[in-house]
């Protein structure tokens, strides 16, 4: 039986400007976007019991708040803080996964007894983070990462809520569909119009009639409003001590399931990957693929090479031979790619004309990329991707990837 935590700030950039800023504490605060600078993205309590709400623009905000004080949101700051707060969650369990600016998931399975019990490790936690930070979080437990965000999200802010195996389906029960993480609005609405509104409902539908509504994610659904969630808490591959590494993933824009897709954002992960690799001056030995179904099944395979490389094409085309190596049962939805046993500073002289050729190559597009903006020169098999390169996220996340049906 896992225990998994969800750590979740309240109102967090509208806390950290409060925090860095007396003046604006216990005062309305609206924070705004530095490039769409109209829209509302964090409200602080104080502004949201006036109304103002995420996504409304100063007009409407003002209109509802007219003490409001807005603030340019300030996002070296947040990602900032949200690094300290990973070192904080890392004093419980390696098993972190930041999955988003403001949240993080903890798999505390084989840890809470080191602290007491679950609860104890969310009062350390909420304790921890204000006391360095003079923020409130909210702490929501569960025996899985769905049932940890219900618990965080019913008990926000400020909150702490431990939901036991038990009592999940009297929760579940008469909870909108909605409400349900993972559950976005387009979803809610076909739904009820099968009549569906809760989750309890949900749970207790036809395999059948989802399946034939809504395909292989039908089954998904039902197991969602029945409280089950087998996805794993994911620590970035950076994370896991001595075998140091590099790597990038991304969640894609639609689950997608052809070879030749495939390749192409392997092909844009592995240039990802080799050029921090040659910025850092390291050469890796193993070359890592992450592949999550649609279902959030997630598994990795790996390869070691014969010799360390940080060349994009060699990393792409064994990243390639993994993904080839499997039948893929399912549409996929996020794919990563990681190089680790990593070497640094053999930055041995090429021997032979084609690796100096290749190796002058690889620094220019280095050198083009640093200059004017990353992907600014792709290797041709990465582009016809339906994505923009540029809105490819980190396998370090901090503007999240929501996980929205
Ligand atoms: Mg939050």
Known sequence: MRVILLVDMDAFFASVEQQANPALRGKPVGVIGSGKRTVITTASYEARSCGVKTGMNLYEARQVCPELIVVVGDN????????????????????VEVYSVDEAFLDITGSYHLFGSPIE????????IKQSFGINATVGIG??????????????PDGLRWIKKEEIPDILEDLPVEQLWGIGRKTAERLRSLGIKTCGQLGRASSG????RF???????????QGVDHSPVLPESEDFGDTKSIGHSMTLPRDIYTRTEIDRYLMLLAEMVASRARRYGYEGRVITVIIRYRSFETFSLRKRLSIPTD???LIFRTARDIVRSVRLREPVRLIGVSISGLTQGNNQIPLFEEQKRRKRLLNTLDEINT??????????????????PGV?????????????L
């Not at 025996?143 to 926000?156: E, F, H, Q, R, T």
């Open 371 to 388: 200059r004017f903006g990353s992907n600014t020169l792709l290797w041709a098999a990465a582009l016809k991707s339906d994505r923009e």
């Open 121 to 128: 490790v969310g009062k350390r936690i909420k304790y921890l």
């Open 311 to 313: 060349d994009t094409h």
């Open 215 to 225: 395909g292989v994610l039908g089954e998904h659904l039902k197991a969602m409003a």
């Open 143 to 156: 025996p899985n990462k769905l049932v940890a965000k219900l618990a965080a999200d019913i008990s926000k």
């Open 76 to 95: 070296d700051k947040y990602t900032h803080t949200c690094r300290q707060l990973k070192e904080i969650y890392k004093r419980f369990t390696p098993l």
């Open 209 to 212: 009639m989802l399946r034939s």
């Open 392 to 404: 490819i996220s980190p396998a370090w996340r901090p503007d999240g990837v929501r996980r929205t």
